[in-house]
């Protein structure tokens, strides 16, 4: 194992929540990515975070969009989370969504979701962070997908 791989199994150590983070890109279209680096940045004023990776083939759509939403899946929602990790580009054929009024599409049935404004955007290393401004927020009560150790999980009643 080299040091890239071990670190990767070393950070897959924190427990995290599954999301998809949404955005229309240039021409309007609607793009996904599951992302489970989201993270709380300031409640006042309200902002968020995420971090692309650089190599993706989503990248322009997100450093070029002035709004996107994080949609926090619920543990029922797995198959989402592993549709919107593969590379292509016929994300949303077939996934059923709604449209915000900044034109966002949004994953229904979710545990919460967080519509927000482009903040500021970070070059870091591989990846650009990407802070949101929160604009409008909404949550449920569900049960979170989580991730663990390179898979999917639910919370142990
Ligand atoms: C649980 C999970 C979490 C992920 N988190 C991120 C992330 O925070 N940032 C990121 O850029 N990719 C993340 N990925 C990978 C992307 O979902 C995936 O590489 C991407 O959708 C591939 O398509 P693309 O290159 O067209 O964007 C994650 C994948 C999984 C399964």
Partial sequence: MN?????????????TGVTVVTCADANGNPNGITANSFS??????PLVLWNIAKVSNSLDAYLSAKYFA??????????????FAKSDHTRFDNVEYTTSANGVPLLPDTLATFNCRTHEIHDCGDHYVIIGEVNSFKS?????????????RAIAK
Avoid: I, M
Avoid at 40 to 45: C, D, M, N, R
Avoid at 70 to 83: C, G, I, K, P
């Fill in 40 to 45: 709380a940045v300031s409640l006042e004023p």
């Fill in 70 to 83: 994080v949609n926090v899946l619920t543990a029922d929602q797995r198959n989402l989370a592993a549709h």
């Fill in 140 to 152: 449920a009560e569900r049960e979170p997908l989580l991730f663990f150790g390179s898979a999917y």
């Fill in 3 to 15: 040091d890239v791989q071990a670190l990767r199994q070393c950070l897959g150590k924190f427990a």
